[in-house]
């Protein structure tokens, strides 16, 4: 099977090649980052001239011998020979015991540049943190960007393209599946979903509750987009049967954010310039996956997948996300970059003059010159007269968009 580029992360992996430090790229599973491993091995092998490339891959069973620390560092060094332009890469790390002390020493003896994979954020926030601290960089993995969901089908950009985008979402898999046909659609993310909720939810975390689990993450897909607390989910929970805590909540919603499977976006006070951490919102990686949970058909759901597209392509764009709260108004949210700050409003269409004014009018409340965007699906974008300095825009041009 050819290799589709995805220039956007082979181009920043590549900038941080040789600079003495580990690269890890994290997200979750089946959202692309083994097959960009596959990618940058064909980079360094053809860019580079001599370079030895290792390839440890935990999900082929040839790899079972790779069990620990030291089966990991005996692999490396016996096929790494110091002095060489040497790289080694490997998917999946996580599922070695102890890798960290492996890697720790093949970096202190400068044998090679390492690449990994991982889909946990607890694990890697421990392991890495305590024992690799100040050697490594992190680089997320997203599914695909609509861009890429029109690459890797080789199809037009076009209201229906955008449907379908919105629809099955961007897990890159789904490029050897007919997207018309549900079933398919279905069959495909059930088994993504049921890996990641089994491999690294519930047998990583030792789930025992594992029915609360579940409902909780169809009781979060059916309210992405919407500010709660983890108290008031507990009550949602309890009313359906669930003798749950708050404690048992969030350390249940910790697990589904550690897998990557959700993403979660504080409240930032714009006046007071702050986060609050108490009540957040709650987004899919993919949208596709929240779908699976509440249902391919968009009617009366359109406006939330929109917001979780547009969260996942301002994270994607190396923002940094929170809701923005402005006395009584919400403004969808406020994305930061380094010292550049823009605000999104996300809404499906702007059919009444109440949500002109909602939309807008939250917007012109905010008393800087940053960057502001109302993004809908209207046919027709562009500035109103009433409301200066702030652009309308059609979604699948904000998600071309380099922002």
Same mark, same amino acid.
């Given at each position: 099977m050819n290799l589709i580029p995805r220039p956007h992360y082979i181009d920043h992996i590549v900038r941080l090649l040789d600079k003495d430090v580990m690269l890890f790229l994290i997200g979750q599973r089946r959202v692309g980052k083994s097959y960009l491993l596959r990618l940058l091995k064909e980079w360094l092998t053809a860019n580079i001239e001599g370079a030895n490339v290792v390839y440890i891959n935990k999900e082929y069973e040839i790899s079972d011998e790779i069990s620990d620390a030291a089966s990991l560092y005996r692999y490396a060094a016996d096929r790494l020979p110091e002095g060489g332009r040497n790289y080694l890469l490997i998917d999946e790390v996580q599922d070695i015991d102890n890798y960290e002390n492996a890697l720790r020493s093949l970096h202190a003896e400068s044998r090679c540049q390492i690449?990994?994979?991982?889909?946990?954020a607890y694990v890697f926030s421990t392991e890495l943190g305590t024992r690799l601290a100040g050697r490594y960089i992190e680089i997320p993995v997203y599914s695909l960007s *609509?861009?890429?969901f029109l690459d890797f089908r080789g199809i037009e950009d076009s209201d229906r393209s955008i449907l379908d985008y919105l629809r099955v979402g961007?897990?890159?898999?789904?490029?050897?599946?007919?997207?018309?046909?549900?079933?398919?659609?279905?069959? *495909?993310?059930?088994?993504?979903?049921n890996t990641v909720m089994l491999q690294d939810v519930i047998a990583r975390e030792g789930i025992r509750n594992v029915r609360f689990i579940k409902n909780l993450c169809v009781y979060t897909a059916d309210n992405i987009g919407k500010l709660f607390s983890i108290r008031n989910i507990g009550n949602v929970m309890k009313a359906q049967g669930e003798n749950v805590?708050?404690?048992?909540?969030?350390?249940?919603?910790? *697990?589904?954010?550690?897998?990557?499977l959700l993403r979660e976006v504080p409240r930032y006070d714009i006046h007071g310039k702050k986060l609050f951490e108490s009540i957040c919102k709650y987004y899919f990686s993919d949208n596709g996956l929240r779908n699976l949970l509440c249902g391919f058909n968009l009617r009366g759901s359109i406006e939330k997948v929109i917001e979780n597209v547009i969260y996942i392509h301002l994270l994607r764009s190396g923002y940094e996300v929170s809701v923005g709260i402005l006395?009584?108004?919400?403004?969808?949210?406020?994305?930061?970059?380094?010292?550049?700050?823009l605000y999104v409003q996300a809404t499906y269409l702007l059919a009444s003059a109440e949500t002109v004014e909602r939309e807008f009018g939250n917007l012109a409340a905010i008393r800087d010159n940053y960057p502001k965007y109302v993004v809908s699906m209207d046919p027709v974008s562009g500035e109103l007269s009433e409301y200066p300095g702030i652009h309308h825009i059609h979604l699948r041009d904000f998600l071309f968009s380099d922002l």
């Amino acid at each position: 099977m050819n290799l589709i580029p995805r220039p956007h992360y082979i181009d920043h992996i590549v900038r941080l090649l040789d600079k003495d430090v580990m690269l890890f790229l994290i997200g979750q599973r089946r959202v692309g980052k083994s097959y960009l491993l596959r990618l940058l091995k064909e980079w360094l092998t053809a860019n580079i001239e001599g370079a030895n490339v290792v390839y440890i891959n935990k999900e082929y069973e040839i790899s079972d011998e790779i069990s620990d620390a030291a089966s990991l560092y005996r692999y490396a060094a016996d096929r790494l020979p110091e002095g060489g332009r040497n790289y080694l890469l490997i998917d999946e790390v996580q599922d070695i015991d102890n890798y960290e002390n492996a890697l720790r020493s093949l970096h202190a003896e400068s044998r090679c540049q390492i690449i990994a994979t991982g889909s946990n954020a607890y694990v890697f926030s421990t392991e890495l943190g305590t024992r690799l601290a100040g050697r490594y960089i992190e680089i997320p993995v997203y599914s695909l960007s *609509y861009r890429e969901f029109l690459d890797f089908r080789g199809i037009e950009d076009s209201d229906r393209s955008i449907l379908d985008y919105l629809r099955v979402g961007g897990l890159p898999g789904l490029m050897h599946f007919d997207i018309s046909d549900e079933s398919q659609v279905r069959d *495909y993310l059930y088994g993504v979903y049921n890996t990641v909720m089994l491999q690294d939810v519930i047998a990583r975390e030792g789930i025992r509750n594992v029915r609360f689990i579940k409902n909780l993450c169809v009781y979060t897909a059916d309210n992405i987009g919407k500010l709660f607390s983890i108290r008031n989910i507990g009550n949602v929970m309890k009313a359906q049967g669930e003798n749950v805590t708050p404690g048992l909540t969030a350390s249940y919603l910790d *697990y589904l954010r550690n897998a990557f499977l959700l993403r979660e976006v504080p409240r930032y006070d714009i006046h007071g310039k702050k986060l609050f951490e108490s009540i957040c919102k709650y987004y899919f990686s993919d949208n596709g996956l929240r779908n699976l949970l509440c249902g391919f058909n968009l009617r009366g759901s359109i406006e939330k997948v929109i917001e979780n597209v547009i969260y996942i392509h301002l994270l994607r764009s190396g923002y940094e996300v929170s809701v923005g709260i402005l006395r009584a108004s919400e403004i969808d949210f406020v994305a930061t970059r380094g010292s550049s700050t823009l605000y999104v409003q996300a809404t499906y269409l702007l059919a009444s003059a109440e949500t002109v004014e909602r939309e807008f009018g939250n917007l012109a409340a905010i008393r800087d010159n940053y960057p502001k965007y109302v993004v809908s699906m209207d046919p027709v974008s562009g500035e109103l007269s009433e409301y200066p300095g702030i652009h309308h825009i059609h979604l699948r041009d904000f998600l071309f968009s380099d922002l």
